[in-house]
T-cell receptor, first 115, second 115 residues
Framework: DTGVSQDPRHKITKRGQNVTFRCDPISEHNRLYWYRQTLGQGPEFLTYFQNEAQLEKSRLLSDRFSAERPKGSFSTLEIQRTEQGDSAMYLC?????????????FGQGTRLTVV | AQSVTQPDIHITVSEGASLELRCNYSYGATPYLFWYVQSPGQGLQLLLKYFSGDTLVQGIKGFEAEFKRSQSSFNLRKPSVHWSDAAEYFCAVGAGGGGSYIPTFGRGTSLIVHP
């Protein structure tokens, strides 16, 4: 078990471009979360999957943000038409649904810089 | 809706001194509570968690926290700080149970350790 893996670790993109980030959760973890973290702030919840079902997406920041988890394993977060305000750390976490008392395990994040 | 307040943005202590980081939460039922630590450019690592039972919980790296329902608090403590403890600390509350369980984070407290 190698933990939650995120790719890439860093991404620099020009304003207006689309970007996609990948998250591989801990194997057999049913729940997967995406968070955004800006400088000096705590992680801000974006969306959440249980297996392939996206159960909460109302907190995605705008319709430019979308996430998928097509086979209930890895997930992708896409940002279309990036803006400078999208510059942040994007964190992925996973947890096992079958255990009630468990925490979320975080990856190391993808740092996005929009220039 | 659940929320977390970490009133101290920065805390400075001398190496070897004791530490207490404050956390207050808002949640209607019994919360699940967590403390995470984040080193620069890294993801979040769980220090300790409270789900039920003994209100004083022990974590990794010599940290402990006490759940006080009457004060809606879950303060983190360490009797003797090491220079390697310098990092960002986040308190989080989760709804718990078999429901959505989405951890909500505070803005964090930055710990500075003087030699």
């Amino acid at each position: 078990d190698t933990g939650v893996s995120q790719d890439p670790r860093h991404k620099i993109t020009k304003r207006g471009q689309n970007v996609t980030f990948r998250c591989d959760p801990i194997s057999e973890h049913n729940r997967l979360y995406w968070y955004r973290q800006t400088l000096g702030q705590g992680p801000e919840f974006l969306t959440y999957f249980q297996n392939e079902a996206q159960l909460e997406k109302s907190r995605l920041l705008s319709d430019r943000f979308s996430a998928e988890r097509p086979k209930g394993s890895f997930s992708t977060l896409e940002i279309q038409r990036t803006e400078q305000g999208d510059s942040a750390m994007y964190l992925c976490a996973s947890s096992p649904r079958d255990r009630a008392n468990t925490e979320a395990f975080f990856g190391q994040g993808t740092r996005l810089t929009v220039v | 809706a659940q929320s977390v307040t970490q009133p101290d943005i920065h805390i400075t202590v001398s190496e070897g001194a004791s530490l207490e980081l404050r956390c207050n939460y808002s949640y209607g039922a019994t919360p699940y509570l967590f403390w995470y630590v984040q080193s620069p450019g890294q993801g979040l690592q769980l220090l300790l968690k409270y789900f039920s039972g003994d209100t004083l919980v022990q974590g990794i790296k010599g940290f402990e926290a006490e759940f006080k329902r009457s004060q809606s608090s879950f303060n983190l403590r360490k009797p003797s700080v090491h220079w390697s403890d310098a990092a960002e600390y986040f308190c989080a509350v989760g709804a718990g149970g078999g429901g959505s369980y989405i951890p909500t984070f505070g803005r964090g407290t930055s710990l500075i350790v003087h030699p």
